[in-house]
Structures are given as C-alpha cells and as structure tokens.
C-alpha cells in the first residue's frame, strides 16, 4: 500500500522567507503526487501535480515541486512567503494501479504559519 | 467553474441518531469519494464510488454506509451515531484515471459533524 510522510507538523516561517515543506512517499512504482492546501473551513484545493512529466512543478500561488525519484521526495517550495500562504498543506500520493478509481493516499497534513 | 457541494457546514446529532450527509457535484465526475479528517491523522478514506450504484470500502468503513443512485450524487450514512464519529466529513470527486493519467481530485467544504 502506498504511504506518504510529511515531517514537520508545524512549520513557521517569517514573511518573505523561504518556504520548504516536506514530502516523501513510499511507492515501487512511480507514482501521480498531489499537493493541496487548505485554508480554514474550507475544503481541499489542488496546489499541483506531479503526472510523470517535468520533474519540477509549478503551480498556483508561486508555489512548486520537485520529484526526486532517487530520494522518493516531492517536497514544496516557495522563494519568499507572504500572510495569505498560512494554510495546512497536504501531500498526496495515486497509486497507478487501482483500476478504474483514482484513489488518493494523503500525508498528515503540516500547518504552515508565517509571521511578521 | 468546477463545484462540489455539501449539504451541510456544521451539524450536530445525538448519538444514536441516524445522519445522512449529502454531496452533489455539477462536473460529470464518475469517481467520489468521502473522506473524515481528524486533527494529526490527515484525511482517511471511508468510501468511494466509480459508478452509480458501486461503491468499495476505503480504509475506515466502519459505522458508515454510502448510496450513489445519481451519478451527481453520494451519501454518506451514519446509521447510528457515536461520539467518535465527530469529525470533518471530506466528499470529493474525480474524473476516471485515464491514459493521461490520474485525474486530480476536488473537494466540496467539508461538514464539521458533532455528535453529542
């Protein structure tokens, strides 16, 4: 079965500084990786995707991914954060073989705070 | 504009009581899915559906049944409620992972269910 780690629960950072937020999988098998964010009360929205393309991503808000296969990582990057990015961000991972269901396996999610 | 709907932001039942949540979507999506997130274990998977009137279990189907008699529309059943059961219901849906790959997955608001 597929499994994702996040580490890190809690990450701070001050606005404007590097944002690094951590993601490793477990797979035998290359797989599809998501990244979503979630703002309170409200429900999942898609960040980017991994699909076996370019290994680095790009995806909205100035945030984005680089799969390494060899470090089974995808972790997410943004150069400089801002107020608005403080959110929870979940990392997801599709295993390709599940048939006609695209079932997702998510991380524990880690709650990315930044400060003035 | 891509949507999914939940019946309901906030519930509170008793135990014992019979709760169904609703979650329609507007995409032509065949898979959904309905998850419950709990604080520090991320989103678990209850049960999901390719088809009207399929369904398989997720990873927590315990206490939970779903219907799927409308290809827009997935229920999740609490047939009795328990206190334990109080948690973020999660429904999403996706299109069928095709040659392109698998298809990201969206996300109605989520019911923040409390059973007393």
């Known amino acids: 079965a597929q499994s994702v780690t996040q580490l890190g629960s809690h990450v701070s950072v001050s606005e404007g500084a590097l944002v690094l937020l951590r993601c490793n999988y477990s797979s035998s098998v290359p797989p599809y990786l998501f990244w979503y964010v979630q703002y309170p009360n409200q429900g999942l929205q898609l960040l980017l995707k991994y699909t076996s393309a370019a290994t680095l991503v790009k995806g909205i808000n100035g945030f984005e991914a680089e799969f390494k296969k060899s470090e089974t990582s995808f972790h997410l990057t943004k150069p400089s954060a801002h107020m608005s990015d403080a959110a929870e961000y979940f990392c997801?991972?599709?295993?390709?073989?599940?048939?006609?269901?695209?079932?997702?396996?998510f991380g524990t999610g880690t709650r990315l705070q930044v400060t003035l | 504009d891509v949507k999914v709907t939940q019946s309901s932001r906030y519930l509170v039942k008793r135990t014992g009581e019979k709760v169904f949540l609703e979650c329609v979507q507007d995409m032509d999506h065949e898979n959904m899915f309905w998850y419950r997130q709990d604080p520090g274990l991320g989103l678990r998977l209850i049960y999901f559906s390719y088809d009207v009137k399929m369904k398989e279990k997720g990873d927590i189907p315990e206490g939970y049944s779903v219907s799927r008699e409308k290809k827009e529309r997935f229920s999740l059943i609490l047939e009795s409620a328990s206190t334990n059961q109080t948690s973020m219901y999660l429904c999403?849906?996706?299109?069928?992972?095709?040659?392109?790959?698998?298809?990201?997955?969206?996300f109605g608001p989520g019911t923040r269910l409390t059973v007393t």
């Open positions: 999403a849906s996706s299109l069928v992972a095709g040659v392109a790959g698998t298809y990201e997955q969206y």
């Open positions: 997801a991972v599709s295993d390709i073989n599940t048939g006609t269901a695209s079932k997702l396996t």
